[in-house]
């Protein structure tokens, strides 16, 4: 039963920002699918670096599991392996570029991967996974009219100008809070603030209001 039903869920390739951003639907206390603007999914194909390890210390076979942390430089998220498991990835390190297909879980507010397959790969392939999604969110993007640009610069600059007790905001934070636009716009609108002076850049990916 549970071949099959991974092979009706499509291991969709993201980024692990994309991830961080979609919305965990859960239904009568169990977690269904993560909900990323008109997707539902179940099964991910991610590409990321091991920046941590930690493995239990346990003898018994069975209450054995590692806990792994990959970051593809949108964001991290974890890989959680368990039991009979263990064995086939005890040997991932820390440093290794991994490609990772496996199921979502949700637990404790957390969203984390059950990994399939998880193999070692050249680090080019984050770069390229990188182009390939930016490529698939272009492809999918709507015509958007003019009124509704100015509305989204509008907002990011709102955003901005809301952060500045903080000393401003990252880019990738507005990218992340405004997930339903396509991030080519969001980038479009803010390099135009740039070059209005409205905002400026104290440092690189960080932009503060001028004021």
């Known amino acids: 039963m549970v071949e099959e039903r991974f092979k009706r869920n499509v291991a969709y390739k993201l980024r692990i920002g994309d991830l961080l951003i979609g919305k965990p639907i859960i239904n009568e206390g169990r977690f269904s699918f993560l909900e990323l603007g008109d997707k539902k999914i179940v099964r991910v194909n991610i590409i990321g670096n091991v920046v941590d390890k930690y493995e239990s210390e346990g003898r018994n076979e ?12 949108s964001g991290q998220t974890k890989l959680k392996v368990f039991g009979d498991d263990y064995e086939k ?11 990772v297909i496996g199921v979502l879980r949700h637990w404790n507010d957390e969203t984390y991967i059950s990994p399939e397959i998880i193999r070692e790969e050249n680090p080019k392939y984050l770069l390229l996974r990188k182009l390939e999604t930016e490529k698939d969110k272009t492809l999918n993007v709507q015509p958007i009219e003019k009124a509704q640009i100015i509305a989204i610069k509008d907002r990011i600059l709102e955003m901005i100008k809301n952060s500045e007790e903080e000393g401003g905001v990252k880019t990738e934070k507005i990218i992340q809070k405004f997930s339903e636009i396509p991030q080519t716009i969001i980038d479009q609108e803010i390099q135009k603030l740039l070059e209005e002076g409205i905002v400026f850049e104290p440092l690189p990916g960080k932009i503060r209001w001028l004021g």
């Open 62 to 73: 069975g209450k054995k599991y590692v806990f792994l942390t990959i970051d593809d430089g």
């Open 89 to 99: 990835f005890k040997n991932i390190i820390q440093g290794q570029t991994v490609a």
